[in-house]
Every structure is written in C-alpha cells, then in structure tokens.
T-cell receptor
Framework: GAVVSQHPSWVICKSGTSVKIECRSL??????MFWYRQFPKQSLMLMAT?????????EQGVEKDKFLINHASLTLSTLTVTSAHPEDSSFYIC??????????FGQGTRLTVV | DAKTTQPTSMDCAEGRAANLPCNHS???????VYWYRQIHSQGPQYIIH???NNETNEMASLIITEDRKSSTLILPHATLRDTAVYYC??????????????FGQGTELSVKP
C-alpha cells in the first residue's frame, strides 16, 4: 500500500509552547488529508479534513485557532498545536487519500505536554 | 455514514481462523464496508473493503451478507501479530470526501498461543 509518513514520532514540549507535526504522502499525491486524535483506551476521533490549497474543515468541538492545519502541497500537511497544555497530550494521527480509494495512515505522533 | 456495531473483544487461538462480525443494518446502497486494524501505538492499517460481493486479498476475506446488513472479516490463519483492534467502517466510496473515516470502538482481537 501507499506510504504516509509522520514526523516526529514523539515529542515532549513545555506547557504554553507550540508544536508542529508533519504528515507526508511519500509515493502519491494526496488531494485530501485527515487529522485524528486518540486518547488512551479510546478510538480515533476525527479532528479536521484538509484539502490542498484551501482552508481545513474542522469537526464540531475542535478549536480551529488552537489546532492550525496547513495543506500547502499535494504531499504535505501540517498540524500545529498552539499554546499546548497537558490536556492536549495525545496520540495524533494523519491519513491521506488520493481521492481514488482507501485512505492510508501515518504511524502517529505521541505528544506529551509537561 | 451508517453506524456499525462490533463486539468489544474476541479471542482466537493461533493458527485458527479469526471471524470478526460487524452489523451495519442502516447501510445505504452506495456505502462501502471498510476494515482497518490498529496495532498498539501505531497508525491504523487498511485491510480490505467491499460493496456487495465477497472480497479476498493477501490479508483477509470479507464476507458481506446478501442484504448487506452485516459482514464478517476472516483472518484465515491468525498469528500473534494479528493481535490488534479491528475497525469496521461504513462510508460512501471515493469521490465524496474520499478517505474520511469515522471510527467506532472496534473489536479488540487477542490471538493466543
């Protein structure tokens, strides 16, 4: 299957700082990318949908000013967690779709805010 | 997208077939059944999907009932590495927010020696 890479795999940051997570589709052009968040022992929760060159669409209850999403090219989307707090500690996962079939997921980024 | 119902957990003996059921009684005619799995602390992995016909690939088989209200994912010879949470998801196929997946709670499959 297609390869989607996330970076970093894990990050620890201080409360109040911002963290950027990258999601890259390595061998196909991703017209649409999705960002999910997963807390321990819970399922994945869709946060937002980003389309290349346009503003992201956020799910209800997700703060767009806190979780900034940029999809500047067909192979890269970034999620920036601004002014991170301990409650933002979670497993963040992206997926990418070419629009022709199934979505492929990155390996996830473990964020710990201290 | 239609809602799915899966058992919370299942056990399977190594080397035996694992049959994971999924109910999707409100599925619409243009909605596909997708299966993904998530091994602990990793991103989900695509397994298989289908519309109405049974499907088979190198990982698994997908059996969809004639009325499409339920399906079964079959891992023919389960190994310890198949221990994971398996998600059954119903959604409209590619072209309509292609790739947007809404995850339920899934089935936690434990393959035991």
């Amino acid at each position: 299957g297609a390869v989607v890479s996330q970076h970093p795999s894990w990050v620890i940051c201080k409360s109040g700082t911002s963290v950027k997570i990258e999601c890259r589709s390595l061998d196909f052009q991703a017209t649409t990318m999705f960002w999910y968040r997963q807390f321990p022992k819970q399922s994945l929760m869709l946060m937002a949908t980003s389309n290349e060159g346009s503003k992201a669409t956020y799910e209800q209850g997700v703060e767009k000013d806190k979780f900034l999403i940029n999809h500047a090219s067909l192979t890269l989307s970034t999620l920036t967690v601004t002014s991170a707090h301990p409650e933002d500690s979670s497993f963040y996962i992206c997926s990418a779709s070419s629009g022709l079939g199934e979505a492929f997921f990155g390996q996830g980024t473990r964020l710990t805010v201290v | 997208d239609a809602k799915t119902t899966q058992p919370t957990s299942m056990d399977c003996a190594e080397g035996r077939a694992a049959n994971l059921p999924c109910n999707h009684s409100t599925i619409s005619g243009n909605e596909y059944v997708y299966w993904y799995r998530q091994i602990h602390s990793q991103g989900p992995q695509y397994i298989i999907h289908g519309l109405k016909n049974n499907e088979t690939n190198e990982m698994a088989s997908l059996i969809i009932t004639e009325d499409r209200k339920s399906s079964t994912l079959i891992l023919p010879h389960a190994t310890l590495r198949d221990t994971a949470v398996y998600y059954c998801i119903v959604r409209v196929g590619a072209g309509n927010q292609g790739g947007k997946l809404i995850f339920g709670q899934g089935t936690e499959l434990s393959v035991k020696p």
